[in-house]
């Protein structure tokens, strides 16, 4: 089983994707989950974003361009908006589905909302069949991340896909946010419960605190990741699997040695587990 294997960009901090990069290869990672950013409004992590969903071709030709340098494909787009409950986010995230479409990308990874009444679940739902009509338009996977609101924990992500019973709208499993949005979650369990959803999956690690901003170096926390991959391998899932290395907060800025050094050791232990074994 050939299993795709990328990074996220963000675990390089405010350093973003053209630092990143260029790192990538030199510790077996062939495959990038490339942000698409709101323009305008200014990243988490603070880093300069290489595509916006107001970016021109030219942008386009400059991102590929960087990534054939570096032998690097593009495994999915992150194109989180905002809530898609607000009109004007689906039209943003309808301009980044053109983007990633473009790209020859067939899955995207963003947010499925809030809704705090049944009337607003009910806008909400209209709404992500919208996307999930335009992503299939484009031959592409619209999948949800493990954030606040109607995906937040495993018994919502289930309601949430029985409910809009679309085929191009499914799940991007996040082991660390699965522990960190839910009060006493097991990632295992979590998992097994939803498995038939899943068609991506950020690999985070967690001491497994409430609300515990701690996503450091895979292998440091107690997320079983060999468990997590025995899981997905039975249900036929090769990838992608994306990195995603966050830091801890109230910790000094790091440096971009000191961020690739995380990701580089991630990768070292995911291959003790058979992340990059071809069965």
Known sequence: MNRTIACFPNSYGRFGVEAAVPLLQDIGLRHIELPIKNAGV???FGEEPV????SSPDDLTRVRKLLADHELSISSCNITAGNPLDPKVVDATCRKLDLAAELGVTLVVAGAGEAETDEDRATLYRHLGRIGDYASERGITYCFETHPGICQSADGMLETMRGLDH???RLNFDTGNVLYYN??????SSLEQV??????VHL?????GYRDWTFTTLGTGIVDFRRVREILDDAGFTGPYSLEIEGIEG???LTLEQHHQRVADSVTYL???GYFDAD
């Not at 595509?51 to 107001?54: G, I, P, R, V």
């Open 42 to 44: 200014p990243s988490f």
């Open 51 to 54: 595509l916006t969903d107001a």
């Open 167 to 169: 085929p191009h709208l």
């Open 183 to 188: 009060e006493g979650a097991d990632v295992i």
């Open 195 to 200: 498995i038939e959803y899943v068609r991506h």
């Open 204 to 208: 985070k690690d967690s001491p497994g």
């Open 251 to 253: 910790e000094a800025p």
């Open 271 to 273: 291959k003790t587990l």
